[in-house]
């Protein structure tokens, strides 16, 4: 009887295993044809409408083929036109800071001075005056965290402290030196050529981050460093994980002011991160990092120049952004909307990925390692939660350490995904679309943890049952990337005010078929990303 219940079991297996097989094979072949209709309609719609659009500019390819590059993106725009110049920089950054700490032997103290003098040269190049502004709100939060790190009202003052200057910075945009006195007017003639207070978003995450190591430094840690090293593959070779570089206190010697200023304006990473906390900042400071030999730096250059070409086809021969900032996409038929769409939130997708690894890149040559902030593609993400933890991954976990936690961690979900987000929004600029966009984030997120709080009490052991929970898994996959989709287009490209529009667009009678279609190729993709999630386990 034991045999003949294995005999089912095995060819049960088989039968799966062939039938995955057979719908790998259509579900490449449907996202074969997706991908070549929308590179067609792509090309057609950037063709056709290219002498309305905003942002088009002569590019490299244009003497080539006449085409115009979209550079309608200022974000882009500026990293783009700046990237010589900020090659050669950090190159002699870093070649200056490895010589003197190479011939010097020198530790933290003496590299955070190294790098001071150099970050502090790179911020009067880019803030000018301003920098009176920068180091003045840091001196102030650090005499905070000395005095009240010890105190159980400590959250209460570092928070209340920084979100202040985070609202006021963007308030008075900066502040003009005639708050001082007249007689420091003219300092504002020499502002720099980068607005200081778009950067000290950055700054707050990190003085918060000093705030909390430095009060947690005295406290016993949850942190059960032996199992984690026991478990963790990469500290088990001999090397130092980031994890186990965040949850390690530095020694009290390291948390003194001039490694705190060098922390906070740390020159590879100062401009756009990735975010590192405090404790492994000044950890790798002391002792570089060794995760990555420079042959995997190498290589890690050259993927992220490939990635640049790539980008550079893309804004040549699809102009999605300038769609998005021209407003011509109100003018297009429901599918030319749906393509505009996705292709913006791919597009901006890969110009963050160019510019954190740009920076990671020569954070990780100097020596400190930054988490990956898009360890994931856009395409590969069927849950909101799987997105976050993708989508500027550095501050996904700052959140989760310094927010989330503290709020009370999964007990308090519900509730501190509102906090979390709201504070998300306020720190990326004062916006209502900003704040729409996170708030229906919140909305779909609801759901989505509430299904997975009954999905994992379910326990499904038969064929047919994996089956039916396999496949209501993509159908919540396909309304998730939706709800996904909508959240960022509001967010960052149609806005609010255009809201009622799109519904109504789309509530038509050819809006609905390609709202059919749209669910059908979600589906599908998150089919896929199954398929991928079974390669990667059999693979380990």
């Known amino acids: 009887m034991a045999a003949m219940k294995k005999n089912d079991s095995l060819s049960n297996s088989d039968n799966s295993r062939r039938w995955k097989r057979r719908e790998l094979g259509i579900l490449i072949l449907y996202a074969i044809a997706f991908y070549f209709i929308v590179i067609r309609r792509s090309l057609h719609i950037s063709r056709d409408h290219h002498s309305r659009l905003y942002g088009l500019r002569p590019g490299w390819l244009t003497k080539f083929t006449h085409l115009l590059n979209d550079v309608s993106d200022a974000q882009w725009r500026n990293f783009r036109g700046n990237l010589p110049i900020l090659t050669v920089v950090f190159g002699i950054f870093a070649l200056v800071a490895n010589t003197l700490r190479a011939y010097f032997d020198l530790k933290a ?3 955070s001075f190294v790098w001071l003098f150099i970050s502090l040269i790179y911020l009067s190049y880019l803030h000018g005056a301003c920098i009176i502004f920068i180091l003045s709100i840091a001196s102030l939060n650090y005499l905070l965290v000395k005095i009240f790190a010890r105190k159980k009202y400590f959250s209460l003052v570092i928070w209340s402290f920084n979100i202040f200057f985070l609202l006021c910075n963007r308030v008075y945009e900066g502040y003009s030196f005639s708050i001082i006195g007249q007689q420091w007017a003219y300092l504002d003639n020499f502002r720099g ?14 003085m918060i981050s000093f705030g909390y190591d430095y009060h947690w430094a005295d406290h016993d840690s949850r942190f059960d460093q032996k199992k984690h090293i ?8 001999g090397q130092t994980c980031y994890q186990l570089l965040q949850e390690r206190s530095v020694q009290n010697g390291n948390y003194g002011l001039s490694i705190y200023i060098c922390y906070l304006v740390y020159a590879p990473l100062y401009l756009a991160g990735p975010i590192i906390s405090f404790n492994a900042f000044a950890s790798q400071l002391d002792v570089p990092q060794n995760n990555y030999p420079i042959r995997d730096i190498t290589r890690y250059g050259l993927r992220w120049v490939f990635s640049l070409v790539l980008m550079e086809l893309m804004t040549h021969l699809f102009h999605y952004n300038a769609f998005a ?6 003018q297009l038929s429901p599918m030319d909307v749906f393509i505009i769409g ?6 901006m997708w890969l110009k963050f990925f160019l510019i954190w690894r ?15 902030n898009m360890p994931r593609c856009i395409n590969n993400c069927h849950s909101l939660e799987d997105f976050w933890k993708n989508w500027h991954a550095s501050y996904n976990k700052w959140l989760v350490r310094y927010m989330y936690i503290p709020l009370g961690g999964s007990r308090k979900k519900l509730l501190n995904v509102w906090v979390i987000f709201t504070f998300v929004a306020i720190w990326h600029d004062l ?4 704040l729409s966009w996170a708030w229906l984030t919140c ?14 009490a379910l326990q499904v052991e038969s064929a047919l049952g994996k089956f039916v929970f396999r496949e209501l898994s993509a159908v919540a996959g396909a309304i998730t990337i939706t709800c996904l989709m909508v959240a960022n287009l509001v967010g960052y490209v149609v806005g609010l005010s255009s809201v009622n529009w799109l519904i109504s667009h789309f509530l038509q009678k050819e809006g609905l078929s390609v709202l059919a279609g749209m669910f059908l190729t979600f589906y599908v993709g998150t089919k896929l990303m199954f398929h991928i999630d079974d390669a990667k386990q059999r693979r380990h």
């Not at 996705?342 to 597009?347: A, E, H, K, P």
């Not at 909305?443 to 994992?456: G, N, R, T, V």
């Open 431 to 434: 916006e209502w679309k900003l």
């Open 342 to 347: 996705y292709g913006v939130l791919n597009f």
């Open 325 to 330: 900032i021209s407003g011509l996409w109100k």
């Open 193 to 206: 050529s980068f607005r200081w207070h778009i950067c000290f978003n950055f700054v707050v995450l990190r």
């Open 230 to 237: 026991q478990r963790c593959h990469v500290c088990k070779s």
């Open 443 to 456: 909305l779909f997120f609801i759901p989505e943890m509430i299904l997975k709080s009954a999905a994992s």
């Open 358 to 372: 740009f920076f990671r890149f020569w954070s990780l040559i100097c020596g400190i390692e930054a988490l990956e």
């Open 109 to 111: 103290r003496g590299m």
